[in-house]
């Protein structure tokens, strides 16, 4: 008896608390349970010493138990491994061995008091990837990660066997979105925020903005040095892509307000022997909104033996513009 009344008061407990974990801090929620996704689908979360610093990554190897081709993604601006949850179990059943790193001042990884710049990035990758003993891999970007993947394969082409860049950062724009974007105060701003990265914004409770708020501001620092760093044009590789030999493919969503498809497009004539794949109906998150088409545009790519020719074409992404909505918090 005394055993059922304290699972009974166990049980009471837990449904007080659970409600106020999920209003207080539903993002971290939403991350947990992400996470608990990702480790049931073969996903391991790991940490490594890099230049002295801890590195937390993401592991993923063929469910076959083959040794898989080594893949390795990088994540943008203000963002963690997690943001390819959506392609992270897909990609390793398609037999690659995938390594996700939070980059340096990101996620899970240790955030020193230095200046962050495109070039620090490059260097960790350069530096994870002979940690966990890769001497060459392919790469793909997204976003500012793009940019990184890029210089990475111009500096160090050794280490480089195809790259993929999707919705990428990296050579000048007219960047017509304003300087605090990534950084939002209030629910306004996280609501203009949401507009720019996807047409279909998410309609978040004030809860949940409010806890979102507080993420972004924990990380303002750092994302305002990155973009401090990025505005000088010293590490644009406008002029330079051109030298890339490595099969690159271009994936881009023809709705991205925030690095619209003429980037990318710029990118496709820089680059002599690249391919374009665009997903109709996807803004920048394309890689997480849209990760199916994304998919279905990289696996067969990266598999491709003899590599793709150069070329474009157009992978239908999302079903009309509609809304999203969160779930909404226990009861």
């Known amino acids: 008896m005394k055993i059922v009344l304290r699972l009974a008061w166990l049980l009471f407990i837990l449904l007080c608390i659970v409600p106020g974990v999920f209003y207080y801090n539903p993002v971290w929620v939403n991350e947990e349970y992400i996470r608990y996704e990702l480790w049931r689908h073969g996903v391991h979360s790991k940490a490594i010493e890099v230049d002295g610093h801890r590195i937390h990554y993401f592991e993923a190897a063929p469910p076959d138990g083959s040794p898989g081709t080594p893949l390795v993604l ?3 601006l203000g963002d963690r491994a997690e943001a390819w949850a959506a392609q992270i179990p ?7 061995h995938v390594y996700v790193p939070d980059l340096l001042g990101y996620g899970r990884s240790d955030k020193p008091y230095i200046v962050y710049t495109v070039p ?5 990758i350069y530096d994870f990837m002979r940690a966990v003993g890769l001497q060459h891999a392919d790469v793909a970007g997204w976003s ?4 990184i993947a890029a210089k990475l394969t111009l500096d160090h082409p050794e280490l480089v066997d ?13 960047a017509k979105f304003p300087r605090d974007l990534f950084t939002p105060t209030d629910e306004a701003g996280l609501r203009q925020l949401e507009e720019w990265l996807s047409p279909r914004p998410i309609q978040m409770p004030h809860y949940v903005a409010r ?11 750092i994302v305002q040095g990155s973009l401090d760093s990025m505005e000088t044009g010293k590490d644009l590789l406008d002029n330079r892509l051109s030298a890339i030999r ?3 493919l271009i994936v881009w969503g023809d709705a991205d307000r925030l690095l619209p498809i003429s980037t990318g497009q710029e990118m496709h004539r820089e ?6 794949a665009t997903i109709t109906g996807c803004g920048h998150m394309a890689p997480r909104e849209c990760a199916r088409p994304v998919l279905d545009a990289t696996i067969p790519f990266l598999n491709a033996n003899p590599p793709m020719p150069r070329g474009e074409e157009t992978l239908p992404g999302t079903t009309p513009v509609t809304p999203r909505k969160l779930p909404q918090p226990p009861q």
Do not use: Y
């Open 74 to 76: 990088i994540h943008g």
């Open 90 to 96: 897909a990609l390793a059943a398609a037999g690659f």
């Open 120 to 124: 620090v990035e490059v260097s960790i």
């Open 144 to 147: 500012m990660g793009g940019w």
């Open 162 to 174: 195809r790259l993929v860049l999707e919705d990428s950062a990296g050579i000048r724009f007219n």
């Open 211 to 221: 806890a979102a708020i507080r993420r972004l501001q924990r990380q303002a620092h």
């Open 246 to 248: 490595q099969p690159p």
């Open 271 to 276: 680059i002599a022997n690249s391919l374009l």
